[in-house]
C-alpha cells in the first residue's frame, strides 16, 4: 500500500525557470512532511519539511506548499539551476515512522 | 558532525550465499533505521531500532533477513541466503530519537546478487 505517492517520474525544467515538484498522500494522521534530494551514489539528503499545521514553508529557494483537505504537497524550487539536478523524494511522517514516495528526478537545462 | 557511516559501499554476491551489512550511526542518535531501496523505487523501511530495541521490522523478511543493535549504537542488518529480488542499495539512517522528524542518511551499501 502506497501511502505516499509522487505520480510524476521525471520532470525537465530551463534554468532560472521554476520547478514545481508534487507528493499525494492517502493517511491524515501523517503530523510532519519531508523532501529529500539524492545525487547518484549517495544516500537521500533532507532538504526541507513542514509541519502539519503549517501550509507553507521556505528556505531560500525552496519552498514547501501543504494542502491538507487535498492530501497534496508541492515542492517549489525558484530560480532552478543545474545543480539542482537530482532525484527528490517526498516523505510523510507519524510518529518516527517514515514513508517515502518513490521519486522525481529532475533534469535542470543550462 | 561526523555522519552516518555505511561499509561496505558495494557488495556482490551469489544467490544463496549470505552477506552482512554495518552501520555507525551519528552520536546520539537513539533512533536507527534501515532502507532498501530497490531500482526506480522509494527507499523502503525495513526495521526501526530505538536505543536496542526494535520499534517496527513489519516489512522486514524475517525468513532471510536480520538486524541487530546490541549495545544502541552500531548496527547490522544480515541477509541469509540471497535471492536475486534482493539487490538494491541498503540505506542506514538515524535521527535523535521518538517525535525527531529529521533522520539522517548514509551513503547505501549497493548489493549486487548474481
Known amino acids: 500500500d502506497q501511502q505516499v505517492k509522487q505520480n510524476s517520474p521525471s520532470l525537465s525544467v530551463q534554468e532560472g525557470r521554476i520547478s514545481i515538484l508534487n507528493c499525494d498522500y492517502t493517511?491524515?494522521?501523517?503530523?510532519?512532511f519531508l523532501w529529500y534530494k539524492k545525487y547518484p551514489a549517495e544516500g537521500p539528503t533532507f532538504l526541507i519539511s513542514i509541519s502539519s499545521i503549517k501550509d507553507k514553508n521556505e528556505d531560500g529557494r525552496f519552498t514547501v506548499f501543504l494542502n491538507k483537505s487535498a492530501k497534496h504537497l508541492s515542492l517549489h524550487i525558484v530560480p532552478s539551476q543545474p545543480g539542482d539536478s537530482a532525484v527528490y523524494f517526498c516523505?510523510?511522517?507519524?510518529?518516527?515512522?517514515?514513508?517515502f514516495g518513490t521519486g522525481t528526478s529532475l533534469t535542470v537545462i543550462p | 558532525e561526523a555522519g552516518v557511516a555505511q561499509s561496505p559501499r558495494y557488495k556482490i554476491i551469489e544467490k544463496r550465499q549470505s552477506v552482512a551489512f554495518w552501520c555507525n550511526p551519528i552520536?546520539?542518535?537513539?533512533?536507527l533505521y534501515w532502507y532498501q531501496q530497490i531500482l526506480g523505487q522509494g527507499p523502503k523501511l525495513l526495521i526501526q531500532?530505538?536505543?536496542?530495541?526494535?520499534?517496527?521490522d513489519s516489512q522486514l523478511p524475517k525468513d532471510r533477513f536480520s538486524a541487530e543493535r546490541l549495545k544502541g549504537v552500531d548496527s547490522t542488518l544480515k541477509i541469509q541466503p540471497a535471492k536475486l529480488e534482493d539487490s538494491a542499495v541498503y540505506l542506514c539512517a538515524s535521527s535523535l530519537g521518538w517525535g525527531n522528524t529529521e533522520a539522517f542518511f548514509g551513503q547505501g551499501t549497493r548489493l549486487t546478487v548474481v
Open positions: 531500532f530505538q536505543n536496542n530495541g526494535v520499534v517496527d
Open positions: 493517511n491524515s494522521m501523517f503530523d510532519y
Open positions: 552520536s546520539g542518535h537513539a533512533t
Open positions: 516523505a510523510a511522517t507519524t510518529g518516527n515512522q517514515f514513508y
